[in-house]
């Protein structure tokens, strides 16, 4: 039972003209003192390589996720190593983001952009692009790990909801047998927030595409939809959750990292066909990304970096709305006391953040299966071979003479425990399958 915002006619959404826009607007670069970009040879700053072009478009997302992203561009990192004309595009929603990935930036598109980790594979798939074409992609980087959350509005204050689903659950049948479903909303069919969401309905009894409604809503319009009781809870980063709270419309019912602590979130991906045509450029950025996570993952920087995020051109959003929980302080928004120096923070280096593991991408690909949104014929491994250029990270790492412990010494982080005891044993992803009880396969 998923529906598209402007497909669902029982209820009228909110939504901005900017959602439908299919290309974002430029952004202003950053200059030196003197207001000139100082022009950075391209030769040999790339460690073994020139450098094909200096100017890549990149596509984000106005939200936390993206610092990252921002600060190397912010700092001038990515001129640093060469490229000094990489153009953040901004973008609406992560469906204009696949549009203009799938445009290119000949088209007036991108090359690349900040994306949910499952959207490369469903572009490669051609289970999301228009026409279904396939159109062949390359994750290089993962932005941040953490740091997202599910709310609920005020209408369950006395409920408290929290990672057990299963207080909603009785409500959910009533509700469900009197044909008004609750609404659940996430920013993208198939990605990080859609199966988080489905995973904590699932994990309490509830079954997310047979007892409640699922929604798609671009996260800039969460908020305004549970001012007027458009949905009943969503699946998000910040800073939604917290201009919820400060909107008193309602509280966090839980932080991501409580249902999986350090689970990947977003990645940076680019068309493999830019890349292809570019692979030291391609190297040359990831340096810069990789200093400015670097960054980002000092605490003595949150504060600043929260600062860098809210002017206009970035997320837009008051400082207010994100720093607390950027470092660490979180307030929950009902009875639940905050939490000071908290561990269930975004991050964007420490732990291995940055590096793409493929067991991580098995585990998107595996629950996209366990919902039907994949076929469960998928060859996994020849697909993640493919799309996830963990090897352009390494090469990046070795040239930026990072210590070795800051480089994983395999593609698997391992087994993963979900806050329920669920385990997901990449060497095995059918038994995890098969120990579902709630699943369309």
Not at 171 to 187: K, M, P, S
Not at 375 to 390: F, G, M, P
Not at 422 to 435: E, G, H, Q
Request: proline fraction near 5%; charge should be positive; charged fraction near 20%.
């Amino acid at each position: 039972m998923e529906h598209i915002v402007n497909q669902f006619s029982r209820r009228k959404f909110i939504l901005t003209a900017g959602a439908t826009a299919m290309v974002g607007l430029g952004l202003k670069g950053c200059t030196t003192n003197s207001g000139q970009l100082t022009p950075i040879k391209a030769a040999n700053v790339n460690g073994g390589g020139e450098i094909e072009t200096t100017k890549a478009r990149i596509g984000f997302i106005g939200q936390t996720d993206a610092a990252p992203l921002v600060i190397a561009k912010v700092k001038e990192l990515f001129a640093k190593h060469g490229v000094p004309d990489v153009e953040l595009v901004k973008q609406p929603s992560w469906g204009v983001t696949r549009d203009n990935l799938q445009i290119g930036s000949a088209g007036g598109g991108l090359d690349g952009a900040m994306v949910l980790s499952p959207m490369p594979y469903h572009m490669s798939m051609g289970t999301i692009t228009v026409n279904n074409k396939k159109l062949p992609m390359y994750v290089v980087a993962r932005l941040n790990t953490g740091g997202q959350g599910i709310s609920v509005g005020k209408l369950y204050q006395d409920a408290n909801v929290g990672l057990d689903s299963s207080k909603l659950k009785a409500r959910v049948d009533r509700e469900r047998a009197a044909g008004n479903y609750l609404r659940f909303a996430h920013t993208f069919k198939g990605g990080n927030s859609d199966l988080m969401l489905r995973y904590w309905l699932a994990a309490g009894g509830i079954d997310p595409n047979k007892d409640v409604i699922s929604l798609v809503v671009p996260g800039s319009q969460l908020v305004p939809n549970i001012r007027v009781n458009n949905i009943d809870g969503f699946c998000v980063g910040d800073p939604w959750h917290v201009r919820l709270i400060n909107q008193k419309l309602g509280y966090t019912a839980f932080v991501t990292n409580e249902l999986w602590q350090d689970h990947p979130e977003k990645a940076l991906t680019f068309r493999s066909d830019w890349i292809d045509r570019n692979p030291n450029t391609t190297k040359a950025i990831v340096k810069g990304l990789m200093e400015a996570q670097q960054w980002c993952d000092k605490p003595e920087n949150r504060l600043n970096m929260a600062t860098v995020l809210s002017d206009p051109e970035w997320a837009k959003v008051p400082v207010k709305d994100i720093q607390d929980r950027l470092t660490g302080r979180i307030n929950y928004g009902n009875n639940r006391p905050i939490a000071e120096q908290s561990p269930n923070i975004m991050r964007y280096w420490d732990n291995h953040a940055s590096y793409p593991f493929k067991s991580h991408d098995l585990w998107f690909l595996t629950e996209n299966m366990r919902w039907g949104q994949i076929s469960t014929n998928t060859d996994t491994k020849q697909i993640i071979d493919r799309v996830n250029r963990e090897d352009i990270w390494r090469s990046a790492a070795k040239e930026l003479n990072l210590a070795a412990a800051q480089i994983p010494t395999s593609t698997s982080r391992g087994v993963e425990t979900f806050f329920d005891g669920v385990k997901f044993d990449p060497d095995n992803p059918k038994a995890y399958l098969n120990s579902l009880k709630i699943k369309e396969v």
